[in-house]
């Protein structure tokens, strides 16, 4: 059977999130943020599931964008997506920064639901279609549908870092996992470094030749390279020109007591980012008295997610204790030094946040890009304002004149924290300008057009 759609996207989820019974809002989040305006523009397909357990829906159209549900169980919810995805893929991706479940039940959850998605791309692609698989969730999809569907032309893209194959070869499935991958015709990594991983990891563990950065198969040739993702410059821009969200900015320094220094972190809440050590710096700042009570305000943001997978709760638990600790101990009556939030914020709040933040503190343990270090950067036109930036973040090797840290490094940190929030307005000023031309020139739809481009030559 052969579908209809010249371009599919293929995604763990849908990019849409359920407001009522048969209504539909676009969902926050990196991945939507990046592709929604592309696909719209090209007018394709998206494959992907609504996020309710066992859910049949028929194909529907939304903000423009052509809908494909794909039904997943509850239980397959489980094992595959909390299970070998989160709880398995997640963190050994991450340095293994928690410890990897291995399975072989959530493994074959894992094979059964890539199965199940690409059987639905097969039958949607329009023949000689281009399609685009996202991520980790569905890294088997790309072989898996090349066998149903030679005709079409599949691209993979990956949004958290490719592990050193010394990390990589603890996966019991390790050689299935590649093998689902050289299906696509190009495979996109964040840096150039997992683009780099993967090539060794095809020569040493399958023993297939490599020229450069290309996987030389029998029949055809799979391409390896690094695509920065990035944020829809313009949007955040436009958005924090809006009278309204400067006055909410102004508000919310307001509501915190006008403090000097206003600390941001913004961040799904995960055990990658690093919240938990970024806390612990500011916390020492207050209490080896290099910042005075009242003097700074630590804003953070921890957006709920995947709060059924073990290693989450824990955190959650972690985190929250540490904030109740630090709070207790350097609070006073109507003034606490860390503001923290458990909940998710629409992007108007979002932008108004980042303005009203003097230093946005992103220092995650790994992390593919991040996505929160480069809206920061796009909201402030005002030229104000100072990114603190783990090296560990995809985001690095763009950004280089935010303050780059290590994250695993407290004094390290602290001193980052205090160089930003002492630095004159002229040098936060030169560096903001230098990170904002990067990221104007570099934006979500030069990442989208550059990998299609690739990928179409
Ligand atoms: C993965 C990779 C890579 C957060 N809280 C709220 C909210 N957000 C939005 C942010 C940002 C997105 O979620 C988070 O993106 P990140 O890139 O920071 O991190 P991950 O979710 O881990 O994303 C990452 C990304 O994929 C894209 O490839 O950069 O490395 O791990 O856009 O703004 N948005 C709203 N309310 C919130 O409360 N509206």
């Given at each position: 059977?052969?579908?209809?759609?010249?371009?599919?996207?293929?995604?763990?989820?849908?990019?849409?999130?359920?407001?009522?019974?048969?209504?539909?809002?676009?969902?926050?989040?990196?991945?939507?943020?990046?592709?929604?305006?592309?696909?719209?523009?090209?007018?394709?397909?998206?494959?992907?599931?609504?996020?309710?357990?066992?859910?049949?829906?028929?194909?529907?159209?939304?903000?423009?964008?052509?809908?494909?549900?794909?039904?997943?169980?509850?239980?397959?919810?489980?094992?595959?997506?909390e299970g070998f995805s989160n709880a398995t893929l997640w963190p050994l991706y991450h340095?293994?920064?928690?410890?990897?479940?291995?399975?072989?039940?959530?493994?074959?959850?894992?094979?059964?639901?890539?199965?199940?998605?690409?059987?639905?791309?097969?039958?949607?692609?329009?023949?000689?279609?281009?399609?685009?698989?996202q991520d980790y969730q569905l890294q088997l999809v790309p072989a898996m549908l090349r066998r149903l569907r030679p005709d079409v032309k599949i691209g993979f893209f990956l949004h958290i870092p490719f592990p050193p194959i010394e990390l990589f070869y603890q996966l019991p499935w390790r050689k299935e996992l590649v093998e689902g991958l050289l299906g696509a015709d190009l495979v996109g990594f964040q840096r150039p470094g997992g683009a780099q991983n993967f090539i060794r990891l095809?020569?040493?563990?399958?023993?297939?030749?490599?020229?450069?950065?290309?996987?030389?198969?029998?029949?055809?040739?799979?391409?390896?390279?690094?695509?920065?993702?990035?944020?829809?410059?313009?949007?955040?821009?436009?958005?924090?020109?809006?009278?309204?969200?400067?006055?909410?900015?102004?508000?919310?320094?307001?509501?915190?007591?006008?403090?000097?220094?206003?600390?941001?972190?913004?961040?799904?809440?995960?055990?990658?980012?690093?919240?938990?050590?970024?806390?612990?710096?500011?916390s020492e700042l207050l209490k080896e008295g290099s910042l005075m009570p009242g003097e700074a305000s630590f804003v953070q943001i921890a957006t709920p997610s995947r709060e059924r997978v073990e290693e989450y709760v824990r955190l959650r638990n972690d985190i929250e204790l540490m904030v109740g600790r630090i709070n207790g101990e350097h609070g006073q009556l109507g003034r606490q030094p860390i503001n923290y939030f458990h909940q998710s914020y629409d992007r108007q709040e979002l932008a108004a946040l980042y303005c009203a933040a003097d230093v946005m503190v992103v220092t995650p343990l790994r992390d593919g890009m991040n996505l929160v270090a480069k809206e920061y950067v796009a909201c402030r036109h005002d030229l104000r304002g100072a990114l603190v930036l783990s090296e560990f973040a995809g985001a690095a090797d763009e950004l280089r004149q935010a303050y780059l840290v290590n994250p695993y490094d407290i004094d390290g940190m602290k001193r980052a924290m205090l160089a930003a929030m002492r630095a004159t307005p002229h040098e936060i000023g030169r560096r903001m300008r230098s990170l904002r031309r990067r990221v104007a020139t570099h934006n979500v739809d030069k990442w989208a057009s550059d990998f299609l481009t690739a990928l179409e030559s």
């Amino acid at each position: 059977m052969r579908g209809t759609s010249s371009f599919l996207i293929v995604a763990n989820r849908l990019p849409v999130d359920r407001v009522g019974d048969n209504q539909w809002r676009r969902s926050p989040g990196g991945l939507v943020t990046a592709i929604a305006p592309v696909m719209q523009r090209r007018d394709g397909a998206w494959l992907g599931w609504t996020g309710a357990a066992g859910e049949e829906l028929k194909p529907f159209d939304h903000d423009g964008m052509h809908l494909i549900p794909v039904p997943l169980s509850s239980l397959e919810i489980e094992l595959y997506y909390e299970g070998f995805s989160n709880a398995t893929l997640w963190p050994l991706y991450h340095d293994v920064v928690a410890p990897p479940v291995y399975s072989r039940v959530l493994w074959d959850a894992y094979r059964a639901v890539n199965d199940r998605f690409a059987r639905a791309a097969a039958e949607a692609a329009a023949p000689g279609a281009l399609v685009w698989v996202q991520d980790y969730q569905l890294q088997l999809v790309p072989a898996m549908l090349r066998r149903l569907r030679p005709d079409v032309k599949i691209g993979f893209f990956l949004h958290i870092p490719f592990p050193p194959i010394e990390l990589f070869y603890q996966l019991p499935w390790r050689k299935e996992l590649v093998e689902g991958l050289l299906g696509a015709d190009l495979v996109g990594f964040q840096r150039p470094g997992g683009a780099q991983n993967f090539i060794r990891l095809c020569r040493r563990l399958l023993g297939t030749p490599v020229q450069r950065m290309e996987v030389l198969l029998e029949e055809r040739t799979v391409r390896a390279e690094a695509f920065p993702i990035s944020v829809d410059f313009g949007e955040f821009d436009q958005l924090v020109r809006d009278p309204n969200v400067q006055a909410r900015a102004k508000e919310i320094r307001g509501e915190l007591g006008d403090p000097e220094h206003v600390l941001l972190g913004v961040d799904r809440l995960d055990y990658t980012k690093g919240i938990g050590q970024r806390l612990k710096a500011f916390s020492e700042l207050l209490k080896e008295g290099s910042l005075m009570p009242g003097e700074a305000s630590f804003v953070q943001i921890a957006t709920p997610s995947r709060e059924r997978v073990e290693e989450y709760v824990r955190l959650r638990n972690d985190i929250e204790l540490m904030v109740g600790r630090i709070n207790g101990e350097h609070g006073q009556l109507g003034r606490q030094p860390i503001n923290y939030f458990h909940q998710s914020y629409d992007r108007q709040e979002l932008a108004a946040l980042y303005c009203a933040a003097d230093v946005m503190v992103v220092t995650p343990l790994r992390d593919g890009m991040n996505l929160v270090a480069k809206e920061y950067v796009a909201c402030r036109h005002d030229l104000r304002g100072a990114l603190v930036l783990s090296e560990f973040a995809g985001a690095a090797d763009e950004l280089r004149q935010a303050y780059l840290v290590n994250p695993y490094d407290i004094d390290g940190m602290k001193r980052a924290m205090l160089a930003a929030m002492r630095a004159t307005p002229h040098e936060i000023g030169r560096r903001m300008r230098s990170l904002r031309r990067r990221v104007a020139t570099h934006n979500v739809d030069k990442w989208a057009s550059d990998f299609l481009t690739a990928l179409e030559s």
